[in-house]
């Protein structure tokens, strides 16, 4: 059956394909003469594309774009870890106390907006933040769920001795550290406030590993004072992504201090490492 298409006005040509007329425009800016369109560098399907009469102008899948969600997920976690940093070490409410006050804002800031900035972050293709992100969302969300009365948690580990309690958080926490490890070995090409956000988590999680383990509250309050740097460097790298020249006097700096090498490619074209 022949589909046939409305007359093509001034400036425009009418081409027979077998079983309809396509009709290209001259004049379209959309058409760009039957090919794609032109605000596209490329027509991403195979086959010819079809009549701009019958064709829906679209973005393709690949020129969809996410914000950058880095910021989200560095404020997110460096506010919750600076208040829990502060109370572990004792700075206001008192060692050991005032916890459970971080409860819903480890579920909700630290936990589900964190794991979302990860996601979105995964989606921009940025795996390595995408990874830390969502790991650390979940790790958050994780912890002010165990506050949360009626879950089971709490009253579980009431039933057990507090040194095997203690010792669990210690493993946990080793665990933990094998991870942002292997953040930090990630990072060191990065620039230098990425760098110091990283080891100072790293001595943060290790000295509460150690304190656990050992019972010490000096060891874990060091830690904990770690942790409230870490925080503050989060805190610094989220303001650094969004304070730039073009809606503030400058650009904070970081400490850029790895310069790629310029390699070739195939052809011979020369592309960052």
Known sequence: MDITQPSAGAGATTTDHGSFTEQKSQMSPLNNGGGPPVNYPA????????????????????????????????????????????????????????????????????????????????????????????????????????QVPGVGVEAYQNNESPDLVRKQKGLIALTWGFWVTILLLGNVKSHVANIVLFATLNLEIYFECAGAWTGDERITKAGAWFGFFCGLSAMYNAAAILLNEENFWFNLPVGNWYTPTPLRDEEGDLYEE
Not at 96 to 118: D, E, K, L, Y
């Open 43 to 146: 027509y991403p399907y195979g086959g010819e594309p079809a009549p701009q009469e019958i064709r829906i102008i679209a973005p393709p899948v690949q020129f969809r774009r996410f914000g950058n969600a880095a910021a989200l997920g560095l404020i997110t976690f460096g506010i919750c870890t600076v208040q829990q940093s502060m109370m572990d070490a004792g700075m206001s409410v008192g060692y050991g106390h005032g916890t459970r006050s971080m409860t819903a804002q480890s579920i909700s800031v630290a936990g589900i907006a964190q794991f979302a900035a990860g996601l979105w972050q995964i989606a921009n293709g940025d795996t390595f933040e995408g990874a830390a992100f969502t790991s650390f969302g979940a790790a958050w969300f994780a912890k002010g769920l165990a």
